[in-house]
């Protein structure tokens, strides 16, 4: 590797992109959290519990049940698993991007995002198993029932731990790295969720820069921060869509395939998860919890690259007037 590429690859330009990609995912997700906590009771309570709701209902029963409180449980470690997960995507992906060099295509950018995120869930997922089970602190009790043994309460399913590294600490003491990486096969192949996501991103974006310029006659023309808005929500939406059974598979086996309506094995892959639910729920139950999700995520999603593009051009805008230390392609 020449020295103009390593230089590329540890440019000031790859950290503004991953700092910015931290801060605006971490904006938006304290924005919407609630819904993805919706989101995940959805994916991982008994399908009749919740049957039918729409997903305000399924807010204000959760408020009436349990308190406003639990709207937010599991904020601070999901922030902090966040920060760690999306600098880690961002500056990979950007990484890559000044590797690889030469012109843009949206075929280059999903190849460039898988990788990226193969990348991230190597490094994050122990992060995203602590947070699942934090989050789902009040299911629990209630899939166990009052009749439940004590034995049956001592599993690695009770929450002892109320941070990410007593979490992780805990975790690998009582299951080991099997523990760590639950769901990490799923995760994998989700990778080409956020590849295809930064696929679509990065295509409507050139387009738009384009537009941009040629309305505005200048070629640092930018976009409007609702125009990244509105294409990171669509790009959120088409990944989405198209993953979505293999997401609410990652869920439950980082839960610990807790739910009793489907009578899991304890040691259920991904294939067979997928089976079994798409045997005794349907169809429907692979997309269960889906609405959920899309609000959170694509609001979400949308938030953090408007967001992630006004940071990084201030941040980039910054470095210029001191230097140009930040010169480079944004």
Aim: aromatic share 8%.
């Amino acid at each position: 590797m020449s020295q103009s590429k390593l230089k590329q690859v540890f440019s000031y330009q790859s950290w503004v992109h991953a700092v910015s990609g931290s801060a605006g995912s971490v904006i938006a997700m304290s924005a919407f959290y609630p819904l993805d906590t919706v989101r995940s009771r959805l994916q991982l309570e008994e399908p009749e519990r919740r049957k039918a709701l729409s997903t305000w209902r399924v807010l204000r029963n959760l408020i009436d049940e349990e308190g406003f409180e639990t709207l937010y449980r599991g904020l601070v470690p999901v922030l902090e698993s966040l920060c760690i997960s999306n600098f880690v995507y961002f500056y990979t992906f950007h990484s890559l991007k000044a590797l690889r060099g030469g012109g843009q295509s949206a075929l280059g950018d999903l190849l460039l995002g898988s990788l990226a995120g193969v990348v991230n869930v190597l490094t994050t997922t122990p992060c995203w198993v602590v947070n699942t089970r934090l989050k789902m602190k009040g299911l629990r009790q209630q899939q166990r029932g009052p009749s439940s043994s004590s034995s049956s309460s001592s599993n690695h399913n009770d929450v002892k731990y109320d941070g990410l590294l007593d979490g992780l600490q805990y975790i690998a003491r009582t299951e080991g790295v099997r523990g760590l990486w639950a769901g990490a096969v799923p995760s994998l192949m989700l990778v080409i969720n956020p590849a295809i996501q930064f696929m679509v991103y990065e295509a409507l974006k050139r387009r738009l820069t384009a537009a941009a310029a040629a309305a505005n006659g200048s070629a640092k023309a930018a976009p409007s921060a609702i125009a990244f808005f509105s294409i990171g929500a669509i790009a959120k939406m088409i990944a989405t869509v198209l993953t979505y059974p293999l997401q609410l598979v990652q869920t439950k086996l980082r839960h610990g395939n807790t739910d009793r309506s489907l009578n899991l094995p304890p040691d259920a892959g991904t294939v067979q998860l997928l089976l079994i639910i798409l045997k005794r729920q349907g169809v429907a139950g692979l997309f269960r919890g889906l609405e959920a999700k899309l609000l959170q995520t694509v609001l979400t999603a949308a938030l953090m690259f408007m967001a992630y593009e006004k940071i990084a051009r201030f941040v980039t805008s910054l470095l210029l007037t001191k230097g140009g230390v930040g010169a480079g392609r944004h």
